[in-house]
């Protein structure tokens, strides 16, 4: 689960870690109010999910109360377009208006979990204010790891180290980074996080250490220990074929090809996805119907794939263990009758059941129902089809 960036900054803030002031606002006159409150320079900036805000003018320095009118009338009457939001854009509903800061350096602050390693790691570069990724491709010395002890969390040796590797040699710099990793750490921790980063902290002129941007995601699996973490989610930012998919116990990621793929298992959704792509078709979608399928939850991930109007055909690979061919085979038929089939559907089925599930579908005469042998047959058959 992701939050806005202004509540991550709260959430950093609570675990005393220095931000500057700010107010969160959805209107023009509140984000007047907002400069005038705060005072001095402020920025505003589009609180969205998607990245690339600055680039796309969605992050503006204002001096003045008419120039945060001006920026928060453009914020909020057009859509942001970024690399990540697409053509299409994605519509701005919220601000944040933050006391602007003299910035002298900025610097990268993150945790994740490191999956090799089955613990968490934080990382710290000196080159902040940047995509990160992009440093660790072209200068993966740049960022400086350490490993935590699930249990026992950030230790002073390892602030010690990571405050070295920012270059902090002054008394009263390496007390304030040591106060923001042990509350980037508390944080990560505490909330079960999947990613947390603060990313530019900040060096001040005045010789202060700020996140003056944050961003926090929260793992899923986790979410039932924190129903203030859960209080946050803003649905209105994510995939509505996505919350569609959750609130039926179904895996659903949007992608942005035109084959639909319905499958049962995660490895084998990879695998299915592998083989389109290696055929010369692009995936519409992620979905693992899971093991244990019913009726009308296949039903219903038939309806998710088929809403989306970039699909031109869809792709069944089931094997059939726990979750049966026949019932996967009866989804489809009822799917036919319920949705219908406005583009080409190529099943693959095999496993428990399979026989019973071939004879269901070779009575049912659906209309556009293709079947395969097996799943490079499918592949093939379903981008011939689109």
Not at 233 to 254: G, V
Request: charged fraction near 25%.
């Amino acid at each position: 689960m992701k939050i806005h960036e202004y509540q991550s900054r709260r959430l950093l803030a609570d675990a005393g870690v220095p931000v500057p002031p700010a107010d969160v606002v959805e209107s023009v006159a509140d984000a007047v109010a907002a400069h005038q409150k705060i005072g001095g320079r402020v920025v505003v900036k589009a609180q969205v999910f998607a990245g690339g805000r600055g680039k796309a003018g969605f992050v503006k320095l204002c001096d003045t109360p008419d120039q945060t009118r001006q920026a928060a009338e453009f914020m909020l009457t057009n859509k942001m377009v970024s690399k990540q939001t697409g053509p299409a854009g994605v519509p701005v509903s919220r601000l944040l208006v933050a006391a602007a800061v003299d910035i002298a350096q900025e610097y990268y602050v993150g945790m994740v979990v490191d999956r090799a390693r089955r613990c968490p790691v934080m990382m710290v570069s000196r080159e902040g204010g940047v995509e990160i990724e992009e440093v660790a491709a072209r200068h993966p010395e740049a960022i400086i790891k350490e490993w935590l002890h699930p249990h026992l969390g950030l230790q002073p040796y390892q602030v010690r180290k990571l405050t070295q590797a920012l270059g902090f040699t002054r008394k009263e710099h390496v007390q304030a980074a040591a106060k923001v990793f042990l509350g980037l750490a508390d944080v990560f921790l505490r909330y079960d996080a999947s990613l947390a980063e603060i990313n530019p902290l900040v060096l001040t002129r005045d010789g202060e250490l700020m996140a003056i941007d944050a961003k926090i995601n929260f793992d899923d699996n986790a979410l039932f220990r924190h129903p203030d973490v859960q209080a946050m989610h803003d649905p209105t930012e994510e995939n509505a074929s996505e919350l569609r998919a959750k609130a039926a116990n179904l895996s659903y990621i949007a992608l942005d090809g035109n084959i639909g793929c319905l499958v049962n298992g995660a490895g084998l959704a990879m695998a299915t996805m592998d083989l389109i792509k290696l055929h010369g078709g692009e995936p519409a979608n992620f979905l693992d119907v899971g093991g244990s399928v019913t009726r009308e939850g296949a039903v219903e991930a038939f309806r998710i794939i088929l809403a989306d109007p970039k699909v031109k055909g869809v792709l069944v690979n089931i094997f059939g263990g726990i979750a049966k061919c026949d019932t996967i085979a009866e989804a489809l038929v009822a799917a036919a009758k319920e949705v219908g089939f406005r583009v080409p559907v190529v099943v693959r089925l095999e496993g428990t059941n399979v026989e019973k599930a071939r004879q269901i579908l070779s009575t049912a005469d659906v209309p556009g129902l293709i079947t395969a042998a097996d799943l490079t047959d499918a592949a093939k058959k379903v981008c011939a089809a689109v």
